[in-house]
């Protein structure tokens, strides 16, 4: 069972980038799954989420208007499209999946690098 993260690289301010989150090893139907970011010497931030098995999705307030999340279920796929980036959306991403009845993600994926240039 895991989640693999990819995507990440280095952009100047203001070009866009797509992360991906491939699932595997069970059904993810009944899960959330999230994106989260890190950057150097702050607290992991939840940036966006979404339910597997269908319904709204939810971006930070820091994201909002510039990033979009959807999933693929046939490819078991969760996207971030990051457009109109922005130098403090540096950090590495992490995706994350948690049951919907649970209130704490346990599964994470290993982190991809953006790094924006500005």
């Known amino acids: 069972v895991q989640l693999q993260a990819s995507g990440g690289g280095l952009v100047q301010a203001g070009g866009s980038l797509r992360l991906s989150c491939v699932a595997s090893?069970?059904?993810?139907?009944?899960?959330?799954m999230g994106w989260f970011r890190q950057a150097p010497g702050k607290e992991r931030e939840f940036v966006a989420g979404?339910?597997?098995?269908?319904?709204?999705?939810y971006l930070a307030d820091s994201v909002k208007g510039r990033f979009t999340i959807s999933r693929d279920n046939a490819k078991n796929t969760v996207y971030l499209q990051m457009n109109s980036l922005k130098s403090d959306d540096t950090a590495v991403y992490y995706c994350?999946?948690?049951?919907?009845?649970?209130?704490?993600?346990?599964?994470w994926g290993q982190g991809t690098q953006v790094t924006v240039s500005s």
């Open positions: 979404i339910r597997w098995g269908g319904g709204g999705t």
């Open positions: 994350a999946a948690r049951v919907l009845t649970g209130s704490s993600y346990d599964l």
């Open positions: 090893g069970r059904t993810f139907i009944n899960y959330y």
